[in-house]
């Protein structure tokens, strides 16, 4: 194999996000290829426990044996290989990970601190949320801090535009903080194609796609829509709550008719930071600047004189809901890099 361009089946590994044809590979690719040069390249499209699902085309993909490292129990889950990775295998044997150009990801639920992938290589995060009792503006800022975090480009996808109670504009006043960081905000009805065509400029060929958002938010009716077949289960929510039940009980990279590849995840109901998210990349930059003209270098913005953070809520500028969940997510934030960083020594 020549590790300077890509392998033979190339078009086929194209259709499932593989660098396009003239294109420099990735950072430290063709370093990895050469030195296994009996390896050939796969994308983990699916993970259970037991193993991995790899596809070196638009095909389902096989069951491939793990890193013997991989299967020990206090081993870094972020180490591990992820759906959306790009691996080497020898026959049915991954021999090597190859280095992710992105990891989205959070701290897992539960008292003892651990990594947790969501979703590895990909390009843009719709946020999806429906237009119902699940809409929640704090739990979607929450969302794009960490996939901002990641460095990716978060789009939030407000579902059920179709239902009577449904007011799309209400629910972008309500986000007008987030649409003024630069984040996309679209409505769709879910079911209808036409409407779902909106997502088409973030579905390009060659793009690869994650869907995030909690159990209910018509993340599989979506998914169906975009396949154009009823492929992933769906459920009815309950009406007092909107909670829906976990139809997706498994990650999984699904190539789409569009040419883009999407990776379907589990409903998620708690996200903690990891520690190396950035408020002001995470889209707090507003108050972030706010904090820099405050007297006092460490201000807490709980009442101290001269904070420029208390006078923007008391003026009207900054909104109440928001400042607190900035607050809040920025002492969680603060706690998870001290372990972090106590990880790391």
């Not at 947790?116 to 999806?128: K, Y």
Request: aromatic share 4%; glycine share 10%.
């Amino acid at each position: 194999m020549n590790p300077g361009a890509a392998p033979s089946g190339e078009a086929a590994l194209r259709a499932i996000g593989w660098p396009p044809a003239g294109a420099p590979l990735p950072p430290g690719w063709a370093e990895l290829m050469a030195a296994h040069p009996r390896a050939r390249p796969a994308r983990v499209v699916g993970q259970h426990r037991s193993g991995y699902l790899a596809a070196d085309g638009t095909g389902p993909g096989a069951s491939v044996e793990s890193l013997p490292d991989w299967q020990r129990p206090r081993f870094p889950p972020e180490r591990r290989a992820a759906v959306g990775d790009w691996v080497l295998l020898e026959a049915d044997r991954i021999v090597a990970l190859l280095p992710r150009t992105s990891l989205v990801k959070r701290a897992a639920a539960g008292e003892h601190y651990r990594l947790q992938p969501i979703a590895a290589n990909v390009d843009v995060v719709l946020v999806v949320t429906g237009l119902d009792a699940d809409f929640n503006p704090r739990r979607i800022e929450r969302y794009l801090l960490l996939v901002r975090g990641a460095g990716v480009q978060p789009v939030v996808v407000l579902t059920k535009a179709d239902r009577p109670d449904a007011d799309p504009d209400a629910a972008r006043a309500a986000l007008v903080d987030v649409i003024a960081q630069g984040v996309p905000v679209v409505a769709v009805d879910a079911r209808d194609p036409d409407s779902v065509a909106a997502l088409e400029p973030w579905l390009r060929p060659g793009v690869t796609a994650a869907l995030v958002g909690s159990s209910g938010a018509g993340k599989s009716t979506l998914t169906n829509t975009l396949l154009g077949e009823q492929r992933m289960k769906t459920a009815q929510v309950r009406e007092r709550d909107s909670r829906g039940r976990h139809t997706t009980t498994g990650r999984a990279l699904l190539p789409l008719p569009s040419g883009a590849c999407l990776i379907d995840t589990p409903g998620m109901r708690e996200l903690k930071p990891t520690g190396g998210e950035s408020l002001a990349e995470g889209g707090f930059a507003d108050i972030e600047e706010l904090a820099t003209r405050c007297r006092f270098r460490d201000c807490g913005h709980a009442g101290e004189p001269g904070c420029a953070v208390r006078a923007a809520l008391e003026s009207g500028e900054l909104d109440p809901g928001r400042l607190a969940n900035y607050l809040k997510l920025r002492d969680e934030v603060a706690v998870a890099a001290g372990i972090l960083a106590r990880r790391r020594k």
